[in-house]
């Protein structure tokens, strides 16, 4: 499977895991066991839009690209600008 493929496939399970709407593909990474992939989330919609409360999740997939994990590496404000959450 290719990058995008995998990447399809992380953020339908994380959909259908989680119930959140997936925002954007953020990474895609190759590993010794499979593949990593970094989803945006929206957890919380607010008003206004610049305050919904999004989240970035790591899922992990194996090489046939099932979904073997994932969590939540950060939570942050969609008006929040920067890695670190700065702005």
């Given at each position: 499977m290719d990058g995008v493929a995998i990447a399809r496939r992380a953020?339908?399970?994380?959909a259908e895991q989680?119930?959140?709407r997936h925002e954007r593909v953020?990474?895609?990474?190759k590993n010794d066991t499979g593949w990593q992939v970094s989803v945006d989330v929206l957890e919380l919609r607010r008003i206004p839009d610049s305050a919904d409360v999004l989240a970035t999740y790591l899922v992990d997939l194996n090489e046939e690209g099932?979904?073997?994990?994932?969590?939540?590496a950060r939570r942050y404000l969609?008006?929040?600008v920067?890695?670190?959450?700065a702005a």
């Open positions: 953020e339908e399970a994380l989680t119930g959140f953020v990474g895609v990474a099932n979904v073997v994990g994932y969590h939540r969609r008006g929040q920067g890695e670190d959450g």
